[in-house]
């Protein structure tokens, strides 16, 4: 059951915000006073969604090394500080999906690097103001969105479910590793989605059977609430 947490004010980015389950939890975050930055790679998109929520809309690619820093600054700038991080941006790698054995090396590559390596870098440049937050309200909180293709075995679903799994077990370790950092890390599976990611990969899919992005985000949001036991007790939270 989800806590009575007013969540004003609390400092959340989330990568791959314009579309799919990114935009569901930018947009309801924002309305439940949270503030919020997002990343996404397409300008034009940036520019809508930040229009339309009025937040902090970041271009860039996660992806990308050199892009890792920029947008960690501007994140930080702009929110003066981090309290969430979500790593939601992700690649299926070879598009459509292909076994393991017609699977290019550069399309598994492609899922890594932004899947497991983007992910990482963005958390690294990102600990210490995670660390800061910690120190100060006595909790911090990064959730990775994983996948249940990292624990089962789904033919057509290799580079997608490997780089899944790798980074299921990233989040365990750094955990356990940042626990005296006082910064929480969780791998959440937010189940089959009606996205355009899924429709990439199952173009014949049928919609219906799958879970709304707008339900599976706030799942998130409550599981992110349980997340920061700091902020249990509170009914308001940091005031902007």
Sequence with gaps: MQKNIDVQGLRVVVTGGTSGLGLALVRQLAAKGARV??????????????????????????????DIY??????????????????????LGPVPL?????????????????????????TKALFGALAASA????????INISSDAAVSAYPGWGAYGASKAALAHLTAIW???????????????????????????LPDADPSTLKSPD??????????????????????GRQA
Excluded: W, Y
Aim: proline residues 3%; aromatic residues 2%.
């Design 70 to 91: 920029p947008i960690a600054m501007q994140v930080t700038a702009s929110l003066g500080g981090l309290d969430v991080l979500i790593n939601n941006a992700s690649s």
């Design 135 to 142: 120190r100060e309200d006595c909790g911090a909180l990064v």
């Design 215 to 236: 339900l599976a985000a706030a799942e998130i949001i409550e599981k992110m609430l349980d997340a920061l036991p700091a902020r249990a007790g509170l009914t308001v």
């Design 98 to 122: 292909a076994v393991l054995a017609d699977t290019e090396c550069e399309d598994l590559e492609a899922a890594l690097v932004v899947n497991l390596l983007g992910a990482f870098r963005l």
């Design 37 to 66: 930055a997002f990343v996404a790679r397409t300008a034009a998109n940036v520019e809508r969604i930040t229009a339309e929520t009025g937040t902090e809309g970041i271009v860039g690619d996660v992806g990308k090394k050199d």
């Design 175 to 201: 955990d356990a590793e940042a626990e005296s950092d006082g910064i929480r890390f969780v791998a959440l599976d937010p189940g089959d989605m009606d996205t355009p990611l899924h429709a990439l990969a």
